[in-house]
Structure formats: C-alpha cells, structure tokens
T-cell receptor, first 114, second 113 residues
C-alpha cells in the first residue's frame, strides 16, 4: 500500500540552527501538507502546497519556515533558526485532490530543539 | 482556536460493545469531516469521512453520523476490538480552505478485554 514516508524519525538540534525535514509523498498525489503537534496539544495545520507553490499557510508558518519540492519526489520543510518552541512532531501529508478527499499522513519527525 | 472540539479526552469500552466518540464544530463553513486514528509514535491514519450532503457513512465496523443542525458528528465502532485502542481525532475542512484540516484535540479510546 502506498504511504507517505518521512525522514528522519527524530532530529535533535541546537537552538538557532537550521533543520530540514524531509518527506516523500504518495507518488500520484498532487497536494502536499505539513502539520505539527506540540506535545499534549492538537495537530495544527502549517502549510499546503500545490503546483510548486504555497496555496495556504497558517499564522504559525512565519518567515522562519519554508517549503520546497526540490525534485519530483521529495517535499521538504525548512526551519531557518530553530527556537525551543519549535519542538514538536511534524507530520507531512499528501492528497490526490483538493476537495473532499482524505489526506494521508507520514509517521512524523520528532523535532527536539535544545 | 476551538473550531473543532472533542470534549471527552478518554473513553473506556468493553470488548465487543459499541464505542461512540463525539465531536462538535463551530464553523458553519465546514463541509467535509474525517476521523483519524493515531497510535503512539505514528502519524494519523485515515478511518472514515463524511460530506455535509450526507448524514451517515458506513464502512465495516465504523459508522460516522453527521448532524448539521447541531454541528455534531459521532463515530460508532461496533463491535469494539482491542486493536481499536488508540487516540481518535475528528477533523474538518471547508471548500474554501484548500483542504486544510482543522483537528480536534483527540479522544483516547481504550478497549478492555
């Protein structure tokens, strides 16, 4: 069964460092997303991406965040200068279409900023 | 932001009985609703969805009911099995929202043998 894969599963980084979280969406999917879940809180939408551009972003997704699809398979989330409060599980998701369809999630990357 | 609320943080059900998980929403623009199941250290796994033009959708042991006037949906699992023990998230999206999902805070379901 096709699945979304994320690497690494766990990333520890020092405050102020840049991190890149990687995702391989399901191959025939066209819409890509990043969500995060801070420990004990809800899963929160960060950004959606379609046709090589951001289609929507949340208030959380400020200038320190960026997304990219550098090739035909990978989808990345970059955090330029990490802060302690960026520590969370980051989930990548993809969907085939935009409307009335389920998003399939990866297993997540646990980011710990120290 | 409390647009989607799951008021029960946990639920314990006997194996073989019915599990009913509830979810309320406030945004009348939501028109598509989903339930996800999540095990520890894994991503959310899609279970079942319902469009706002329906009031019920069934898939095997899982049934989702939507009451638009009350802005309420529920997930019924029958019969409940030990493997159903997980955290269940309700999520909603609006046509205008580029498929952005708004999640509830989750309900931890424990099925007791």
């Amino acid at each position: 069964e096709p699945e979304v894969t994320q690497t690494p599963s766990h990333q520890v980084t020092q405050m102020g460092q840049e991190v890149i979280l990687r995702c391989v969406p399901i191959s025939n999917h066209l819409y890509f997303y990043w969500y995060r879940q801070i420990l004990g809180q809800k899963v929160e939408f960060l950004v959606s991406f379609y046709n090589n551009e951001i289609s929507e972003k949340s208030e959380i997704f400020d200038d320190q965040f960026s997304v990219e699809r550098p090739d035909g398979s990978n989808f990345t989330l970059k955090i330029r200068s990490t802060k302690l409060e960026d520590s969370a599980m980051y989930f990548c998701a993809s969907s085939e279409t935009q409307l009335n369809t389920e998003a399939f999630f990866g297993q997540g990357t646990r980011l710990t900023v120290v | 932001d409390q647009q989607v609320k799951q008021n029960s943080p946990s639920l314990s059900v006997q194996e073989g009985r019915i599990s009913i998980l509830n979810c309320d929403y406030t945004n009348s623009m939501f028109d598509y609703f989903l339930w996800y199941k999540k095990y520890p250290a894994e991503g959310p796994t899609f279970l079942i969805s319902i469009s706002s033009i329906k009031d019920k959708n069934e898939d095997g042991r899982f049934t989702v009911f939507l009451n638009k006037s009350a802005k309420h949906l529920s997930l019924h699992i029958v019969p409940s099995q030990p493997g159903d023990s997980a955290v269940y998230f309700c999520a909603a999206s609006a046509i205008q929202g580029a498929q952005k999902l708004v999640f509830g805070q989750g309900t931890r379901l424990t099925i007791n043998p």
